[in-house]
Each structure stands twice: as structure tokens, then as C-alpha cells.
């Protein structure tokens, strides 16, 4: 293979994580220390509209009242909005990932990348090596199959050969929020105590916490630490 590479962009400031650890250690900590309630299994099936606000969200398990009201379905956002005239046009787009054990570590890479010709990403989650691809529009289908993944091994093969065995790998598919301008929305919609604050695409982890902080200070009345023009919705 290294004699196919001619070069890269080394970025010393990315990173790379286990979004599933992150996400469980954060649900815990919100949990033990900030009181938080989570209603795991759960549907929201609609909102339920008194004048200029949202009295109630309708859910499977009944309507729950609160003084603010965030929509953050992920591509599912824009179906529920819509139903309120919330012009909101996020979009699924398909992609997939592959995480494998490693079976000789050290062939394998020792920081994240991107192979740009194939447009094939992987990032190593300790003894494990994840790659992801592809991004395809199929509407809200999750569904997988094992021809969906043969490009990504051939490539993973090329770039860290002995490194693991496909047959090992977990499958996954998932849909990206898409805004047609790759810009999320976040804030005010309409109602007066209803906010937005989705349409992160392919980069929603990595905008996680800067959002959810520059959301937290709005709802908060707070000034917040970024200029929120060209984030806000407009109708
Ligand atoms: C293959 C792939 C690779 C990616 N790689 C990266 C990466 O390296 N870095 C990065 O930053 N981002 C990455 N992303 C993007 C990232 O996963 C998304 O941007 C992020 O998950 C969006 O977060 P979200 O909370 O807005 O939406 P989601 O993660 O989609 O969460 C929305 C939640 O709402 C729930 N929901 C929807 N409708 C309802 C309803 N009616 N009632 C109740 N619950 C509902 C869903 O079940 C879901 O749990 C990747 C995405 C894919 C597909």
C-alpha cells in the first residue's frame, strides 16, 4: 500500500472516540448527578399546541408538560415538524460502519484518517478498528446487508493488511440528519417555548456539546458564546 500513498494532511488536532461509551457515561452523570429523567422506549407522537406555545408533548407513555420544548429527533425532525408548519428540511442519508477486533494490533492504524479517493473513514477504539462509508439516499430505511460493506473491507484490507478478519466485524447502518447547506439548525421555531436543535449531518457527535451548550444558553435567556446568526430557523 505505501507505495500508492504520495501524501496526506496530517491534522494533529483531530480526535477520536467511542461515541456509545460517551453517550452512556453522559446518560449516567445526567442521571446520578443533574437529576435528569430519561424515558427510555418511548414514542413522541405529537405536540400538543395551546395559542403561540407547546402545552404538552403527546407520548406513548402520555403527555408530558415542561416550560421548553426541544425538537432533536435526528432525521425524524423534520417529519414531526412539518405537522406543525415548521419548514424544516433535514433529510436521512445512509451510511455505515464496520467495527472489528483487532487481531494483530499492531497493523493497525494508530490515529484516525480518511482515505479520500475511496472515501473510506477509520478511527481505532482501543484493540478494535472502525471503518465507515457511503452515504446514500434510501429514504428512512435502516436495514443492512453484508454486499453494503465489501467496498469498505477491500479498502481496510489494502490500508492495514493483517489487521483483522472481516468475519469478526459489527455491522452497522444509521441515518445522518442532512440540512441541504450541511448547517444545523438551532433555536426558536414559531411557538413561542419551542426550539430546534438538529441537522447536524455527518458531524453530529463532534457538534454535540458546543450545541446542546449554545441551545442550553438560549432557552437560559443567556448570551451565548457564538454569534447565533446563520444557526437560527426562519420560516
Ligand atoms: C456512518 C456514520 C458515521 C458517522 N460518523 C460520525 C463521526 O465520525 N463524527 C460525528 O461527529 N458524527 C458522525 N456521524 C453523524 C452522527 O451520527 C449524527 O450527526 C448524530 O447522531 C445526530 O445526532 P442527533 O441526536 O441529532 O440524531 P440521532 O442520533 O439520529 O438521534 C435522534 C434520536 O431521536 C429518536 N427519535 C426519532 N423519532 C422519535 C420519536 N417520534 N419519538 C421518540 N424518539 C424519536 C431516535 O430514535 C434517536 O434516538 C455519523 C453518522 C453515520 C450514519
Redesign the pocket.
Known amino acids: 500500500m505505501k507505495e500508492k500513498i504520495a501524501g496526506g494532511v496530517y491534522s494533529p488536532i483531530d480526535q477520536t472516540g467511542d461515541?456509545w461509551q460517551f453517550v452512556e457515561k453522559l446518560a449516567a452523570h445526567a442521571v446520578e448527578k443533574l437529576g435528569v429523567k430519561f424515558l427510555y422506549g418511548?414514542?413522541?407522537?405529537g405536540l400538543d399546541i395551546e395559542g403561540d406555545r407547546v402545552r404538552a408533548v403527546m407520548?406513548s407513555a402520555g403527555p408530558i408538560a415542561g416550560d421548553a420544548v426541544v425538537i432533536?429527533?435526528?432525521?425524524?425532525?423534520g417529519l414531526?415538524g412539518r405537522r406543525y408548519s415548521i419548514d424544516l428540511p433535514v433529510y436521512p442519508v445512509?451510511?455505515?460502519?464496520a467495527t472489528i477486533p483487532l487481531e494483530d494490533k499492531s497493523k493497525g492504524p494508530t490515529m484516525g484518517g480518511v482515505d479520500e479517493d475511496q472515501l473510506i473513514?477509520y478511527?481505532r477504539l482501543g484493540n478494535r478498528l472502525r471503518l465507515?462509508?457511503?452515504a446514500e439516499f434510501t429514504g428512512f430505511d435502516r436495514t443492512l446487508r453484508p454486499s453494503d460493506f465489501a467496498a469498505m473491507f477491500r479498502t481496510g484490507k489494502d490500508l492495514f493488511p493483517g489487521a483483522f478478519d472481516e468475519k469478526t466485524a459489527e455491522l452497522?447502518?444509521?441515518?445522518?440528519?442532512m440540512m441541504p447547506n450541511s448547517v444545523p439548525v438551532i433555536g426558536l421555531a414559531r411557538y413561542t417555548n419551542l426550539y430546534l436543535?438538529?441537522g447536524?449531518?455527518?458531524?453530529?457527535?463532534?457538534?454535540?456539546c458546543g450545541s446542546g451548550k449554545f441551545l442550553a444558553d438560549l432557552v437560559a435567556g443567556r448570551k451565548p458564546d457564538i454569534d447565533p446568526r446563520g444557526l437560527v430557523y426562519r420560516n
Open positions: 461515541s418511548t414514542t413522541v407522537e407520548t432533536s429527533l435526528g432525521p425524524e425532525s414531526l445512509k451510511g455505515y460502519t473513514a478511527s465507515a462509508s457511503t452497522w447502518a444509521g441515518l445522518r440528519p436543535d438538529t447536524h449531518g455527518h458531524v453530529g457527535w463532534t457538534m454535540a
